[in-house]
């Protein structure tokens, strides 16, 4: 089959195509459909039926990610192996998680942003990461999600249409990133200098 993909989406590698767990879809809309049910039941299993009081952990990330995406890819709650244009190198994954977890644990318990701040922060440093090697965008707008549900708030709306294929809102959305990664080039280049 022959993968589209909307602006600003992760191509996957031939390795990680061979990954499809389902052998019946052939077309990309077959496959939409597919990872949608999968996460649907995904976000039943979140919301639903479990408390996830230490969600800000590594563990918790990689489990999430393999109940949106396990009925999918073999790959489902591995971290990637290979370079892409957005991310940090794979070698430096589990580290910058792990201090983005640890950041954001301390930036709840000492409201150190107003919450709604913590958590779209939360959400650029994840896709910032870009842990896996597809589903970032769906699966760090789901943690950040839960992070507002824990703390008792209303989920996101992300703009009240869907994100996943190409349309003016995902338009908007990919722009603000670029643009948020943009500024934070900058601040790090200046404050770093040649040295970062
Ligand atoms: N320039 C960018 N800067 C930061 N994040 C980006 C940028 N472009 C795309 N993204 C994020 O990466 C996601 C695409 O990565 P991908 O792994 O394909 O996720 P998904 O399959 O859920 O769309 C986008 O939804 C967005 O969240
Ligand atoms: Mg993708």
């Keep these: 089959m022959k993968f589209e993909y909307a602006h600003g989406a992760t191509p996957l590698d031939p390795d990680e195509i ?15 459909e597919w990872e949608a049910a999968n996460i649907l039941k995904a976000e039943n299993w ?5 408390n996830h009081r230490n ?34 190198s794979p070698f430096k994954i589990t580290t910058d998680l792990n201090n983005l977890l640890e950041d954001v644990r301390y930036q709840i318990i000492h409201k150190s942003f107003p919450l709604d701040e913590i958590a779209y922060r ?13 589903g970032n965008g769906r699966h760090a707008r789901l943690m950040t999600d839960l992070l507002l549900i824990q703390a008792g708030q209303a989920r996101f709306t992300w703009g009240k249409q869907k994100l996943e294929g190409e349309g003016p809102i995902r338009k ?25």
């Design 18 to 32: 061979a990954g499809l767990i389902p052998l019946h879809i052939t077309t990309q809309s077959q496959l939409n």
């Design 122 to 134: 939360f959400h650029h440093r994840l896709v910032a990461v870009h842990p896996f090697p597809n």
């Design 172 to 196: 908007q959305y990919i722009e603000a990133l670029t643009n948020c990664m943009i500024v934070i080039f900058a601040l790090t280049y200046l404050k770093n200098g040649k040295n970062w």
């Design 55 to 88: 969600f800000l952990t590594i563990e918790f990330t990689k489990l999430l990610h393999t109940k949106m995406f396990g009925d999918t890819w073999i790959w489902a709650g591995q971290f990637r192996t290979t370079e892409r244009n957005i991310g940090v």
């Design 46 to 50: 979140l919301f639903l039926h479990s």
